[in-house]
């Protein structure tokens, strides 16, 4: 705890691109280029599975930060107690 309280312990994650979680292949096309690519008549369908894949990532993404977040959090808790407790 000492020393996430100092700040080490908590980094960023690895791979934490919203585009490459979930996908350890490869990355998830962009949208734009997706849009530009469909011939006229054709459906959204591919568009809007990528769409599903990304939110799947973003949420992922937030579930992580949100436990980084908490960390943070117990660490400046711990920290501060400790310091009222020095003084």
Known sequence: MADQ???KG??????????DLGQSSRPLP??????EDKEDGEDYG???EVLK??????KRVIASQSS????LLLSLN????SVEDSL
Request: proline letters at 8%; a positive charge.
């Open 5 to 7: 309280a100092k700040g």
């Open 10 to 19: 908590i980094a960023p994650k690895r791979g934490s691109n919203p585009a």
């Open 30 to 35: 962009p949208i734009r280029t997706l849009l």
């Open 46 to 48: 591919k568009v809007i």
């Open 53 to 58: 894949q990304y939110i799947k990532s973003y």
């Open 68 to 71: 980084d977040i908490k960390t």
């Open 78 to 81: 711990t920290l501060k107690a």
